[in-house]
């Protein structure tokens, strides 16, 4: 976006200055004394525009961490409530994320829910999705006053959760790949060339998308799907990350023709890693992320890239509207540490997929709340 020429307007300027605070905030923070009584308010940021790189940093230990108590937030399904299913360490919730060359603004609810008054917040994605809109209703419901009028909406696949005082929803819209399945007379087909879900998420100003973990799902029972089709080709199956990279290529192209980007900000949610080797974080004796309280130290992941993080940037760089990736992979990858594992009431067997609330996907929203002004 930053190649074009702004139209000469007051928007535009307004969305110059706001492009640059960040610039500022960075290089007034990374030289700055330790700050007593709270940091700067976050500086409006469009998220378009150029910012601090939140994404390669490290995690260090504060004592001020979890930013809520779990036990007290009504909004956790019990898949993810690792704490009231028996996990015996807390460690792993007293993490921060720094990145390297700039902080992250301290989150701030209630300043949140008043620059956001009258706006509808939606995740649109799979279970992942699900974790971080759970993560951010916690993040919320922490910051307003006891006895707040919040109400809860469920329209199956949308589910809604107000802040009636302040006039500020945040909704989940359940879809495993963005694009359509339809029964027809030969079964369930996954299309690869069609997006209908879309005009429910356009009622929305701010959206977080994502999809992957189910493209690589496998078996008509577990992948949901019996045929996927391809343009006018029906087939049995075909590359998964081929098939990722088509699908994404047509929500991109919904994005490009569907959004008003004057009023929607849209951000991407980035690949969400597992841990299910143990090699994959230089600990080759261990099969899986069970018994990991503490994160990896340092900036870098021993494990190999994942070709679906490149399906992801490439797919975006095709976008014309501004898309904000949410780059969590890195950062999450280093939090071994931070799956429920067996501590689940929803998943029987090893969960290292989806993350414990309170936890990771705190982090993620305080990105996204210093990335988004709408
Ligand atoms: C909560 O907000 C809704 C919608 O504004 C309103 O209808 C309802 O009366 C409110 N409830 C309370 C207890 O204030």
Request: proline share 6%.
């Amino acid at each position: 976006m930053g190649a074009k020429p702004p139209l000469i307007s007051f928007n535009s300027l307004l969305i110059l200055l706001a492009s640059l605070l960040p610039l500022l905030r960075c290089a007034a923070q990374s030289d700055a004394a330790p700050l007593s009584g709270g940091r700067p308010k976050p500086a409006p940021v469009k998220a378009s525009g150029i910012s601090c790189d939140f994404f390669r940093g490290s995690w260090i230990y504060d004592e001020f961490y979890p930013l809520y108590d779990s036990a007290n937030c009504p909004f956790i399904d019990s898949e993810f409530n690792c704490q009231k299913y028996g996990r015996p360490d807390k460690l792993y919730l007293k993490y921060r994320w720094r990145p390297s060359g700039c902080e992250l603004p301290r989150f701030d609810g209630g300043d949140l829910l008043r620059r956001w008054r009258g706006k509808k917040i939606m995740f649109v994605g799979d279970s992942i999705s699900y974790n971080q809109w759970q993560s951010l209703l916690c993040m919320l419901h922490a910051s307003v006053p006891a006895g707040s009028n919040i109400s809860a909406e469920k329209k199956d696949p949308l589910s809604t959760i107000s802040f009636e005082d302040y006039d500020v929803s945040v909704a989940y819209y359940r879809t495993t790949y963005l694009v359509d399945i339809v029964t027809e007379s030969i079964g369930r087909v996954l299309k690869l060339n069609s997006l209908s879900g879309g005009s429910v998420w356009l009622g929305a100003d701010v959206l977080i998308f994502n999809t992957w973990h189910w493209w690589i799902h496998m078996g008509a029972a577990s992948q949901g799907w019996d045929y996927i089709q391809d343009g006018d080709k029906i087939l049995k199956d075909m590359d998964r990350l081929e098939a990722f990279s088509k699908g994404l290529t047509t929500w991109a192209k919904w994005v490009d023709s569907s959004i008003d980007t004057s009023s929607q900000n849209v951000f991407f949610q980035g690949i969400s890693p597992t841990h299910y080797h143990g090699k994959d974080w230089g600990e080759p004796g261990a099969k899986d992320c069970s018994k990991q309280t503490q994160p990896l130290t340092g900036s870098s992941y021993p494990g190999d890239s994942l070709p679906q993080q490149g399906v992801v940037k490439n797919v975006l760089s095709s976008v014309t509207k501004p898309v904000y990736l949410l780059d969590i992979t890195l950062l999450s990858q280093l939090r071994k540490d931070a799956h429920p594992s067996l501590f689940s009431g929803g998943h029987p067997e090893m969960d290292c997929s989806h993350w414990c609330v309170a936890g990771l996907p705190d982090t993620w929203n305080q990105i996204l709340y210093a990335a988004v002004n709408p």
